[in-house]
């Protein structure tokens, strides 16, 4: 089963017809995992060993334009910057519209603008894949359903599949060969209170990417074969803290999952580490905070910026600690 069989599955006679409109566009949230996903049943159609479970940054994402041009090639613009199309960015977005148009044609001028850092492990992939996805619904008049579009932002990015709504969404494993019964389902519950601080130590290129990093842990790492148990241990724990309105529950499980999901890391060969410095100091501080009696946890995904965890009426105290983005 290839990515275009599954373009073509859910399309059926709207795939490679005309688009609508001569340009649309559509914003996306980024979304930061607090149960991860961490290595692939398919590494074709981005397919998850486990299903995972995020919450959305609301105002924080990826706004897509797709534009119709008669250049005969892409252009790219990401964040003001004409992309080099050689880049494997551009070649892996552009791999992903020549699924939904016929011999790459049209060509498109592609703006996406985005207000996270790129690459520096703060799921933009995610965003990104999920933005264009949306574009092209409105750019073809696909009417496709909020599924239906999750299935297909995983072809771009595994990530991308939670991107599709706000709030908090599970993405599925799915148990099928052909992923269908892999895609987000949003949680209804809403918990105003609850905020997540982004601390940047670093906008750098993360170096490794979390495909690559994914991939060599599922291989080397002995560790791994835990990482499945793990996830089913915290997913309902998860769910119930968000049910509950449970925070230390939500926290601490948040915590030891990424704590976790970097043990496998350590454990692959060559080993992989995405902490800075900073990053295992700052670890220390919110822990040394939380036993003065301060709740706050903190995710990481792979890159070495931290995501803290609090509540709203700790935010005052939060921030005489640290600068948040
Ligand atoms: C997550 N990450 O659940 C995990 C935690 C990174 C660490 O999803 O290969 O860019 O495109 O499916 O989606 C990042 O992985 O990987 C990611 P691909 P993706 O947020």
Redesign the pocket.
Same mark, same amino acid.
């Given at each position: 089963m290839k990515k275009a069989d599954v373009a073509k599955a859910i399309l059926a006679d709207q795939l490679f017809s005309m688009p609508q409109h001569s340009c649309a566009e559509a914003f996306a949230p980024t979304?930061? +995992?607090l149960?991860?996903?961490?290595g692939?049943r398919n %590494?074709e159609l981005?397919l998850?060993v486990t299903s995972?479970l995020?919450i959305s940054l609301d105002n924080k994402g990826a706004t897509a334009q797709l534009k119709i041009n008669e250049k005969h090639r892409d252009d790219i613009i990401l964040n003001n910057r004409l992309i080099d199309p050689t880049s494997s960015f551009a070649k892996?977005l552009i791999e992903f519209l020549n699924l939904f148009r016929e011999n790459e044609k049209p060509n498109f001028d592609i703006t996406i603008q985005s207000n996270i850092p790129i690459a520096a492990?703060l +799921?933009?992939?995610?965003c990104g894949?999920a933005s264009i996805i949306k574009a092209l619904n409105n750019l073809y008049g696909w009417n496709l359903d909020s599924q239906e579009l999750s299935i297909l932002a995983?072809l771009?990015?595994?990530?991308?599949?939670?991107s599709i709504w706000s709030g908090f969404v599970e993405?599925h494993a799915g148990t099928r060969d052909d992923g269908m019964d892999s895609y987000g389902e949003p949680i209804s519950t809403l918990w105003p209170d609850l905020i997540i601080g982004l601390l940047i130590f670093s906008e750098q290129d993360k170096g490794l990417?979390?495909?690559v990093?994914? %991939?060599r842990t599922i291989e080397t790492s002995l560790l791994y074969n835990s990482w499945p148990s793990k996830v089913a241990h915290d997913l309902p724990l998860l769910k119930q803290a968000i049910a509950t309105q449970d925070f230390e529950l939500l926290g601490k499980t948040a915590e030891s999952n +990424?704590l976790t999901?970097h043990a496998t890391m350590l454990s692959a060969w060559p080993p992989i580490n995405y902490c800075l410095p900073e990053t295992l100091l700052t670890m220390q501080k919110i822990w040394r905070l939380r036993e003065e009696g301060l709740p706050i946890y903190f995710t %990481?995904?792979?890159?070495p910026n931290l995501k803290l965890l609090f509540l709203k009426n700790s935010l005052a105290d939060v921030r005489s600690h640290f600068s948040l983005i």
């Open positions: 979304n930061i +995992a149960g991860k996903y961490w692939k %590494q981005n998850p995972s995020s892996r492990g +799921a933009s992939s995610a894949f995983r771009g990015s595994g990530s991308a599949s939670r993405w990417s979390s495909r990093a994914m %991939q +990424a999901m %990481q995904d792979a890159g």
